[in-house]
């Protein structure tokens, strides 16, 4: 159980363009799901909160405008990197974590295999 | 000070050893931690998950808290090759029942 599937797992674009990545929880719903980056031999970091059914909360730094989140459904969650530069390529994670859980497990994120982006 | 710490490494312990892999956190309220495995070009993984109210062990793995130091142990018992990546510790971040810190990581290499 709880599988969280990304799509693409890679993407290289020309520099301008908008790239979509797709976050779905494939065996439970949930109605909180969380975008990471992560550039190499560096930990994670936390992009945005995206919120089923409201606007995602986005990390101090982070644009609003340039990362667009949106979380339609309980099990799907997208992110679009509008006019993508090649300081955006990275590696992005998305995690799901579960809308009805034990109490001990409601903290539990699940994560995608991630995107990576090559921005040329 | 960061909310979660984690000695970078690399942490290198030869085949069959003891891995132990620390971190610290700030927040004394913190009542669960988790620990997650990430591999060289991979998206984390759990590996398990403890609770304020005690250790505990699944297959080679065991978590171990101590409160009053404020800190989490990992102990990987008879380490594998497979073992080797950086594991990730993670604690609930203050004020929200949402939001993970991540530590920054510890690289394991296990040597054959």
């Known amino acids: 159980g709880a599988v969280v599937s990304q799509h693409p797992s890679w993407v290289i674009c020309k520099s301008g363009t908008s790239v979509k990545i797709e976050c779905r929880s494939l065996?439970?719903?949930?109605?909180?799901m969380f975008w990471y980056r992560q550039f190499p031999k560096q930990s994670l970091m936390l992009m945005a909160t995206?919120?089923?059914?409201?606007?995602?909360?986005?990390e101090q730094g982070v644009e609003k405008d340039k990362f667009l989140i949106n979380h339609a459904s309980l099990t799907l969650s997208t992110l679009t990197v509008t006019s993508a530069h090649p300081e955006d390529s990275s590696f992005y994670i998305c995690?799901?974590?579960?809308?009805?859980?034990?109490?001990?497990?409601?903290?539990?994120?699940?994560f995608g295999a991630g995107t990576r982006l090559s921005v040329l | 000070q960061k909310e979660v710490e984690q000695n970078s490494g690399p942490l290198s312990v030869p085949e069959g050893a003891i891995a132990s892999l620390n971190c610290t956190y700030s927040?004394?309220?913190?009542?669960?931690f988790f620990w997650y495995r990430q591999y060289s070009g991979k998206s984390p993984e759990l590996i398990m998950f403890?609770?304020?109210?005690g250790d505990k062990e699944d297959g080679r793995f065991t978590a171990q808290l101590n409160k009053a130091s404020q800190y989490v142990s990992l102990l990987i018992r008879d380490s594998q090759p497979s073992d080797s990546a950086t594991y990730l510790c993670?604690?609930?971040?203050?004020?929200?029942?949402?939001?993970?810190?991540f530590g920054t990581g510890t690289r394991l290499q296990v040597t054959l």
């Open positions: 995690s799901a974590r579960e809308s009805v859980a034990v109490w001990l497990a409601k903290n539990i994120q699940y």
């Open positions: 065996d439970f719903q949930a109605t909180t």
């Open positions: 995206s919120n089923e059914g409201s606007k995602a909360t986005y």
């Open positions: 927040d004394r309220g913190s009542q669960s």
């Open positions: 403890i609770y304020s109210n």
């Open positions: 993670a604690v609930p971040a203050w004020g929200t029942a949402s939001k993970l810190t």
